[in-house]
């Protein structure tokens, strides 16, 4: 049997980690992913948006959301943007970690929707000009692997 899930956020609840960090990039992020769950369903009653300081705090706020069992997924956005010092590097791996021990251990999707780039201009570019919304990318993930773990689970 092949399982496929699908694009319908009717029946879900989302929630959505922000970092207030670098928010001209976060805040069209955020946007995008809502513009995703709202075009393809999602009430607004079922969507929970939760702003952190930065990047370093996203992984503990989905980690906290998750252990609620209120979700069927998280969606995690932020910009770590590279400066002139290591810092980019010890954010990126944290947050990239952190998000990815959330969704293992929790069993709920938690997407990676953290820009990590090298200018400004490549973060712009994916916060909704050039290379789309990464926003809207990531609700899409959400709903997607949302529903076919559902259909998993009722097997």
Known sequence: MKLVGRLNAENLNIAIVVSRF???ITNP?????????YRHGLSEKNLTEVWVPGAF??????KTLAATKQYDAIICLGAIIRGSTAHFDHVASAATSGIAQVNQESGIPTIFGVLT????EQAIERAGTKAGNKGWESALTAIEMANVLNMVKER
Not at 57 to 62: G, S
Not at 117 to 120: A, L, N, V
């Open 22 to 24: 670098n928010d001209f």
């Open 29 to 37: 992020l955020c946007e995008g992913a809502k513009d995703c769950l």
């Open 57 to 62: 705090e996203i992984p503990l706020a989905a």
């Open 117 to 120: 780039t090298d200018t400004i």
